[in-house]
T-cell receptor, first 115, second 114 residues
Framework: QKEVEQNSGPLSVPEGAIASLNCTYSDRGSQSFFWYRQYSGKSPELIMS????GDKEDGRFTAQLNKASQYVSLLIRDSQPSDSATYLC???????????????FGQGTILTVHP | DAGVIQSPRHEVTEMGQEVTLRCKPI?????LFWYRQTMMRGLELLIYFNNNVPIDDSGMPEDRFSAKMPNASFSTLKIQPSEPRDSAVYFC???FGQGPYEQYFGPGTRLTVT
């Protein structure tokens, strides 16, 4: 079992709809989670981070974390064609020890927003 | 502020040649990560450093790969000898090692070994 798993996609939504991206993780010690957006041919770009249970909103993006269910999600409201990209979920284990901030990435979900 | 800087951006080399990739982390960051990305395997962590010290190199594919970080502002990833299966995009990322561990990626080096 992979440590971080994402819904395989690809996910296609119409412009203006809500895109929902999901991620589960197996390491209960994971404390912090990150969503990266990667356009084709570009590097991953950090768009959201979340550290505690609940919702975190930033503009059209909302990250949700449920540690009991080991579940992380990213909602994109009013999706735009410019949101079309691969979205990577990453988890970070407990601080301290020897982890020094090592992230474990999921395989990514390809999102296409069509006009 | 300057982000993570990588060079070269593209590298085409023949099998058997030595390849050196370079990275300059964001100033003030003390953790540096080297990743490799392919369609088949996704984003893989090769090695990471904290305060210039290698912490975990378990992702390095084999002895042909080596990485160094001689100071806080420079790191290299070397492949010698290179093979066609090394063709991939290599990313360098950096973070502030005391938390919250947000990693910022460089633009990557696209390596093609023929």
């Amino acid at each position: 079992q992979k440590e971080v798993e994402q819904n395989s996609g690809p996910l296609s939504v119409p412009e203006g709809a809500i895109a929902s991206l999901n991620c589960t993780y197996s390491d209960r010690g994971s404390q912090s989670f990150f969503w990266y957006r990667q356009y084709s041919g570009k590097s991953p770009e950090l768009i959201m981070s979340i550290y505690s249970n609940g919702d975190k909103e930033d503009g059209r993006f909302t990250a949700q974390l449920n540690k009991a269910s080991q579940y992380v999600s990213l909602l994109i409201r009013d999706s735009q064609p410019s949101d079309s990209a691969t979205y990577l979920c990453a988890g970070q284990a407990n601080a301290g020890g020897t982890s020094y901030g090592k992230l474990t990435f999921g395989q990514g979900t390809i999102l296409t927003v069509h006009p | 502020d300057a982000g993570v800087i990588q060079s070269p951006r593209h590298e085409v080399t023949e099998m058997g040649q030595e390849v050196t990739l370079r990275c300059k982390p964001i100033s003030g960051h003390n953790s540096l990560f080297w990743y490799r990305q392919t369609m088949m395997r996704g984003l893989e962590l090769l090695i990471y450093f904290n305060n210039n010290v290698p912490i975990d190199d378990s992702g390095m594919p084999e002895d042909r790969f080596s990485a160094k970080m001689p100071n806080a502002s420079f790191s290299t990833l070397k492949i010698q000898p290179s093979e066609p299966r090394d063709s991939a995009v290599y990313f360098c990322a950096s973070s502030f090692g005391q938390g919250p561990y947000e990693q910022y990626f460089g633009p990557g080096t696209r390596l093609t070994v023929t």
